[in-house]
Every structure is written in C-alpha cells, then in structure tokens.
C-alpha cells in the first residue's frame, strides 16, 4: 500500500445510533476498501475499571480503555499493516472472545465514545463525523438495549445513564461536536447523511484507484 488511507473518525453519545451508522456503512463496501476499527475493543478489564463512590464500575471513562494501545494499532493501519485483537464480549467472563484480524484498507473508519477526546487518535483523522440525537431519545434506546439485549435490571441502566454516560457525554464527547465535518441528525433516521457520506467513501476509493 503506496497510499497513505484515508482516516474517517465516527462518534457521538451512548444511543446516539453511531454503531448502527457504521454498520450500514460497512454492508456497502467490502472489507478490502474499509477497515472499521472500534474504540470497543480496547476496553480495559473489569477489574481495572474505576469504581465510583456507589461502589459501582465505571466504563463510560476515557480512562475505561488502553488509549495507547489503541493508537498504535491505528498508526500500524495507516501503514499497511494487519492488527489483530480479541472479540469485545461487553467484559463477560462467561464469554469466550475470538481473534479478529484487521486489514488496513484505502478508507479506515475508527468508531467509538472517546475518539475525538483521544488527542492522539484524533489527530490522525482526516474527516470527522458525530452522530447525534435527543437526550430523551438517546435515553429510550440505551434502556431497550440494555434491558431487553442485555438483561439488565432497569435501575442499573438509570443509575448509570444518569451518573456516568450523561456527565461523561457532557465532558469528553460533546465538547469535540462542533469542530466535526459533519453532524448527522438520528432522532428518526440517518438515511440521507449515510448515503451522502457512502457516495464521499466512493469518490476516495474511485481516486484511489486512480494514483
């Protein structure tokens, strides 16, 4: 690879839709013309977690993640080299991750809460977008995952959306909205961003080609 790839970062705040934004952006194109790495794989363990004054771990930190290690898995990307991490299986111990292998492609997508707050991560990227939505609509989502995906009791997913997602989307990913190429409106759906940026993806790839 001659080129150097073109960076897109993708964020935004829990039930934002921003997972969802990359996942249909990766139906249309195949694995050779972009590589998507997510900040989720670079959770620390549980039992590295930091635990707030209820007793209860933390994991919508910045300090949740191996931020070094994630930088440098990009900067291996961007010179054409393979990573290779475990599955993220949402820190169960029950659950035996697998060994996925990243190839670095012409357009790399790094997704994620933190990215832009990421100094180093984001410095690297060279288009950036943020996914944003309604607190309240935000909200809904994140207790349709949590409780009904997930299993998990409705006072947890209050107390930690009022304790740590809210002050920590407040601190470390709101702030970054403003600087982003682009923000992208999901209170109902993102169809029109998705395509315009799925066209943008197209053209780098096309000229690409070309050099």
């Excluded at 410095?123 to 944003?132: A, P, Q, V, Y």
């Amino acid at each position: 690879m001659n080129q150097r790839p073109f960076i897109i970062g993708i964020s935004g705040g829990s039930g934002s839709g921003k997972t969802t934004f990359v996942n249909e952006l990766a139906k249309s194109f195949s694995p050779e013309q972009v590589c998507i790495l997510s900040q989720d794989n670079y959770y620390k363990p549980r039992e590295e977690q930091i635990i707030d004054n209820a007793g209860e771990k933390n994991f919508d930190l910045p300090e949740s993640f191996r931020e070094a290690e994630y930088h440098n898995d990009v900067l291996r990307l961007l010179n054409g080299e393979d990573v290779v991490l475990k599955e993220y299986v949402y820190n169960n111990p029950l659950a035996a991750p697998k060994l996925i292998t990243y190839k670095s492609a012409p357009i790399v997508i790094i997704e994620g809460i933190f990215v832009f707050h990421f100094k180093d991560v984001s410095d690297l990227m060279d288009f950036k977008i943020f996914i944003d939505a309604d607190e309240h609509i935000k909200l809904i989502r994140r207790i349709k995952r949590d409780q009904i995906e997930r299993n998990y009791p409705i006072e947890d997913v209050l107390y930690r959306y009022q304790n740590h997602v809210f002050p920590s989307y407040q601190k470390f990913i709101l702030p970054y909205k403003p600087a982003c190429d682009i923000v992208v409106n999901n209170n109902v759906n993102f169809e029109n961003a998705l395509n315009t940026v799925k066209l943008s993806i197209k053209e780098k790839l096309d000229g690409w080609k070309q050099n």
